[in-house]
């Protein structure tokens, strides 16, 4: 498995000046990883599927690694697990019993299929999970969609977990489903969340089968204006499981 890891801290190069520095809540650190299992909804429900050479053991050795790593992984966004079309129904049972199994108590399962979000409780607390459908032309295409509060500062930050299937994957759909979601990063408020939600940090994780020049190009017009205009305490480290 390859890995990435990158740390950010916003406030550089923002030309925050020392009165808006005082008001800055303190800063929380982001470990977040995105996993792309593509697992297909057959081999759940076939006969290998809880052999040792199964994808279930499989899993459930990465999910031990990720969450016993130095790192101290916080949030970890899955995709793919199952068809985007054809969503199998039992993911969450799945993923409890990885938990039980590995005795993560303090780890909770938030499930939009084909998405699963793996939380640690003990560092931040979800405010908004849910799916975004109507990303594209491309009807059933939805991208799991979360608000997380850090349990420590108060600090928020929004996740797009995504996943663009190779099948309808154009260049105009890869393109409508990144604008859409960096138009939600920047919208001004969102229910049950009491603050400004573009205020916050904002991460899109998952695999849209876009290159990061392409991803980045996308997001330009809107996260450089994002950024600019409004200062952020998240220090994020984020390490991508590819």
Known sequence: ???????????????????????????????????N????????????????????????????????NEHGIQILLICEMG?????ILNAREIYQRILDELNLA???VHEN?????????TAWSVKTCELMDHMCSSTGLAVQHLILEHQET???????NAHMPTSVATSKRKADCVVKMCTRATTAHDSGVAQPTASM????AGDLNLDKGSIMKLCQPVSYTH????????????????
């Open 106 to 108: 303090h780890i909770l």
């Open 37 to 68: 299992i593509g697992i297909h909804n057959k081999e759940i429900t076939g006969k290998k599927w809880l052999t040792p050479t199964g994808k279930y053991i499989k899993l459930r050795n990465d999910i031990e690694n990720i969450f016993s």
């Open 113 to 121: 299929a084909p998405y699963v979000a793996l939380i640690d409780k």
């Open 227 to 242: 950024l600019r205009a409004h200062e952020t305490s998240l220090h994020l480290v984020c390490r991508l499981l590819l």
């Open 154 to 160: 108060g600090a928020h930050i929004r996740c797009f």
């Open 1 to 35: 498995m390859a890995r990435s890891s990158q740390s950010v801290d916003p406030h550089q190069g923002l030309g925050v000046d020392s009165h808006h520095a005082e008001k800055r809540a303190p800063p929380a650190t982001v470990a977040l990883m995105s996993y």
């Open 201 to 204: 940090p904002w991460v899109i």
């Open 83 to 87: 068809n985007m079309f054809d969503k």
